[in-house]
């Protein structure tokens, strides 16, 4: 399959970690800042392709997983609401917050759909007059233009059953409250890729001087993780810290300018807590006053209101250091005993990018097996 | 000779004779007798199943025309035929799809193909099928007689008759259209044995065709993915194929067809009752480019795609050549390959090397495959 299977290819795999090999020569330890490389590094066993001294961590980038339990919970009481119906991407419907998950609001008769894409939601607003279409919007900066999009359309269309519960959030303030910590060992990071094919990478030179980090904007295929961590160990070595772009067949500098646009039309970006992480200033969005009736904190604020202050997380569950690359999924307690896809703890157990989730169905349950 | 009896529901009576009926709004209510529509009705009423002129007019119509075959034709409660001696295999499986109709088959014709296949697994050469319908209320009498007659001719086409079965009409709101159970009862010819136990370490692991068609083009259809329009299912018999590898004389360690839970799940299955380990060649596992295509951008593996007319043997490594220069013969199984090998037990149990000749784990999968977000 063209652009998949010469980015799969073992010769340039192979060439690639023997690269890396040749170049490290001391101990490094660099961040994946989206879950999809991690499922990458995973599934393809990106890892024991690699030195020794150079130590993976997985990052923050699964918007799922970062999404704090009390919207969780706010989107199942939505559901649960007569004449709701809640349409989501099929991936959040099975972490859990505080009262279950979508998947038993929707055995319990709630209206869950999963849509492929938000202008189906549009789709669903318009053919469903009598019903309020509340769309759980989850996701970073890639998937944050479609429900702009999404939103504009309905707006145009004059509909007034369509609304977003909002849980987007931006990678690089995630990436500074990272290097900010003082337990941070980070010392550079592969840069999530389809996020910067929406956002470009300008904006990752400030980070990279003011921690002096390298980044490098980095794909999802074997080869292009391998090739991402090759560039990044070159500047580490070298002792640059520069912003580099590996994933030139998707990502410019600028990044797309009309989708950053309508994001901008729609959203601001706003104070949001990280599930496991707390919360970081600017680092999520919102929307805009001017479309408020679109907002469904805002159109429910009063059922969602009655339900008193937001659950708190479970406190068996590691996920926050998990997603801030502290632990290692099999190296928590939990991971394959108290916590499994069946029986999960936290979100990167179920979620498709979630990094627990990935270790357990590409690894098995044996802690400490690489 | 021995008589036996199938002990099934015949399309005939008993299907009012509690007076029960249900009502519009779902509650049951008792009434005196069943109420008669109008017979010139184009969907299906609740009085379809109600025992009374309108059933006997929907059986006679619709299933005794499509099906018609001489066990069937007596109309008594079950089908009977005498036995020889030997080793009868039977099993069921109950079709819910939607769409009903998607591109290479629909729910008529996967009802008949999934109960052979289930019995060519067990290396038996399938007989007789029932057929049990639970339809909704409301449904086209046109949708029903399109399902019948695919039914009817994918039977035929099979060699197989559908010789006895039931119907039963649910509430508007109740179904999804039409829900059919099919049971099949087969002949496994003498010296047959297929079970997972026989399984051996250093068996081939053998696919019969490329994986994850069907899931692929209902989920197509369903959710109007137009990037993966032109994909048909693979829903086939394989009953045929089956019958010539025994022919053919390659000693068929084990068989399973592969449907919910695809290649994967099938393999964990099969090594966790053998108590072997599988060791998998990513590489070698045929799939479609479109099929590819269509996982690579939902998140979906399609080793965990469903299919409708593919299987998995086990033979020994010296007829592996063998066994497949045979399943090539058929269409259904053109495109047969070796895709790995039966090792020493290990937990977990099928290892999958990867396309860059690293290894991981081929676990069972947790929950249904859901497409990711971005």
């Known amino acids: 399959m063209k652009y998949v299977d010469e980015f799969r290819d073992r010769t340039v795999a192979t060439a690639l970690a023997e690269r890396i090999k040749q170049t490290v020569t001391r101990p490094w330890t660099v961040m994946e800042v989206c879950g999809g490389q991690t499922h990458s590094i995973v599934r393809f066993g990106l890892d024991s392709l690699l030195p020794k001294d150079l130590t993976l961590v997985h990052g923050p980038g699964c918007p799922v997983c970062v999404t704090p339990i009390g919207l969780i919970d706010d989107a199942v009481r939505l559901a649960r609401q007569p004449g709701v119906m809640l349409c989501s991407f099929g991936d959040m419907l099975r972490v859990p917050g505080s009262q279950g998950d979508l998947f038993g609001a929707k055995a319990a008769g709630a209206d869950v759909r999963i849509v492929y894409s938000p202008m189906d939601a549009v789709e669903l607003a318009r053919a469903n007059p009598d019903r309020e279409i509340v769309c759980f919007a989850v996701g970073f900066e890639t998937t944050a233009p479609p429900w702009a999009m999404a939103v504009v359309q309905a707006k145009a269309s004059k509909l007034t059953n369509f609304s977003l519960l909002v849980a987007h959030v931006l990678v690089p303030p995630a990436m500074e409250a990272i290097l900010s910590s003082p337990q941070n060992r980070i010392q550079g990071f592969l840069a999530a890729g389809h996020v910067c094919t929406v956002m470009g990478y300008e904006e990752y030179n400030a980070i990279a001087q003011k921690y002096l980090v390298p980044i490098v904007v980095t794909g999802f295929e074997p080869v292009d993780v391998l090739e991402g961590i090759a560039m990044l160990a070159g500047q580490l070595e070298a002792g640059r810290a520069e912003v580099e772009n590996q994933y030139i067949r998707s990502v410019s500098r600028q990044g797309n300018r009309q989708a950053q646009a309508i994001v901008d039309e729609v959203f601001e970006p706003a104070l949001r807590a990280w599930r496991g992480i707390g919360a970081i200033p600017r680092s999520g969005l919102q929307i805009r006053s001017t479309y408020a009736e679109f907002d469904a904190s805002v159109r429910f604020r009063d059922v969602l209101a009655s339900y008193g202050p937001a659950a708190q997380e479970d406190p068996e569950c590691q996920s926050g250091l998990v997603l801030q690359g502290l632990l290692k999924p099999m190296d928590c307690p939990a991971f394959g005993s108290k916590c499994t896809p069946e029986r999960p703890l936290g979100a990167p157990m179920v979620s498709s990018e979630g990094a627990c989730a990935a270790y357990y169905r590409y690894r098995g349950t044996v802690r400490g097996k690489a | ?374």
């Open chain 2, 1 to 374: 000779m021995l008589h036996i009896l199938f002990v099934l529901y015949a399309i005939s009576h008993k299907h009012c004779s509690s007076g029960e009926i249900p009502t519009m709004n779902g509650n049951k209510s008792f009434e005196p007798s069943c109420p008669l529509p109008s017979s010139d009705k184009k969907t299906v009423q609740l009085a379809h199943g109600g025992g009374g002129r309108l059933m006997q007019e929907l059986i006679q119509d619709i299933f005794v025309r499509a099906f018609h075959n001489p066990l069937l034709a007596p109309m008594h409660d079950g089908a009977t035929w005498p036995v020889e001696k030997g080793t009868l295999a039977f099993t069921t499986d109950s079709y819910v799809v939607r769409p009903l109709f998607f591109p290479g088959g629909d729910i008529g014709s996967l009802a008949v193909h999934g109960t052979i296949n289930d019995l060519a697994m067990c290396g038996a050469k399938p007989l007789y099928l029932s057929a049990g319908f639970i339809l909704e209320e409301g449904l086209s009498l046109d949708v029903l007689q399109q399902v019948v007659n695919s039914m009817a001719k994918a039977a035929q086409a099979a060699g197989v008759s559908i010789v006895t079965g039931d119907t039963k009409v649910v509430d508007r709101g109740k179904g999804d259209g039409i829900f059919i159970n099919t049971a099949g009862v087969g002949l496994v010819p003498s010296g047959v044995r297929i079970a997972p136990t026989l399984i051996q370490p250093g068996d081939a692991i053998l696919v019969s065709g490329d994986l994850g068609s069907h899931g692929v083009a209902v989920l197509s259809v369903r959710e109007g993915l137009t990037f993966a329009g032109n994909v048909e299912s693979d829903s086939a018999p394989l009953h045929e194929v089956v019958g010539d590898l025994m022919g053919s004389g390659v000693d068929l360690h084990c068989m399973r067809d592969l449907t919910r839970g695809g290649l994967a799940s099938a393999l964990n299955e099969l090594a966790t009752a053998a108590k072997v380990g599988m060791s998998i060649d990513e590489s070698a596992v045929p799939v479609l480019e479109p099929v590819r295509g269509a996982c690579e951008l939902l998140g979906l593996d399609p080793l965990y795609v469903a299919n409708e007319g593919r299987f998995v043997a086990m033979v020994p490594e010296s007829q592996a050549e063998t066994a497949l220069a045979v399943m090539r013969r058929h269409a259904v199984s053109s495109k047969a390959a070796r895709i790995g090998v039966v090792t020493g037990r290990h937990a977990p149990p099928v290892i999958l090397q990867t396309v860059l000749g690293t290894h991981r784990i081929l676990d069972l999968l947790s929950g249904e495959q859901l497409p990711r977000i971005c």
